[in-house]
């Protein structure tokens, strides 16, 4: 049997959803290797999300490498790799340096009617 390691619930190899969510990753991770997809754009959007989903499938995934060899799910691995790369890179988020925030807005319009 299969432990997650953040929470310690097991799981089997066969499960549908580990196949059905890892092949979405999968694609997506071909699309942003070969350059079809905006590295920047995917990853502001999923950056997190894929961490995550690599985290919670990488025990199975490990097991389905032991009969499938290691380039399975390699894509998503690399969508992943490079998730995290850009959560390092951006540990606050990546609004853009120069733009306000709303709440800062909001004070300059609550300042001026004040006046």
């Known amino acids: 049997m299969l432990v997650r390691p953040s929470q310690g619930k097991p799981?089997?190899?066969?499960?549908?959803?580990?196949?059905?969510?890892?092949?979405?990753?999968?694609?997506?991770?071909?699309?942003?290797?070969?350059?079809?997809?905006?590295?920047?754009?995917?990853?502001?959007?999923?950056?997190?999300?894929?961490?995550?989903?690599?985290?919670?499938l990488e025990v199975p995934i490990m097991a389905?490498?032991?009969?499938?060899?290691?380039?399975?799910?390699?894509?998503?691995?690399?969508?992943?790799?490079?998730?995290?790369l850009w959560q390092r890179r951006f540990p606050d988020g990546s609004y853009p340096k120069g733009t306000p925030r709303m709440a800062e807005l909001d004070a300059a319009d609550a300042a001026r009617e004040q006046t």
Do not use: H
Not at 12 to 30: C, F, K, L, Y
Not at 64 to 84: D, V
């Open 11 to 56: 799981y089997t190899t066969g499960q549908t959803g580990v196949r059905r969510n890892s092949r979405v990753w999968e694609q997506i991770g071909t699309f942003a290797k070969w350059e079809l997809v905006d590295e920047r754009s995917w990853l502001d959007i999923l950056a997190s999300q894929v961490v995550a989903a690599w985290r919670l």
């Open 64 to 84: 389905m490498r032991s009969t499938a060899g290691r380039s399975a799910f390699e894509n998503f691995e690399y969508l992943a790799a490079r998730g995290m």
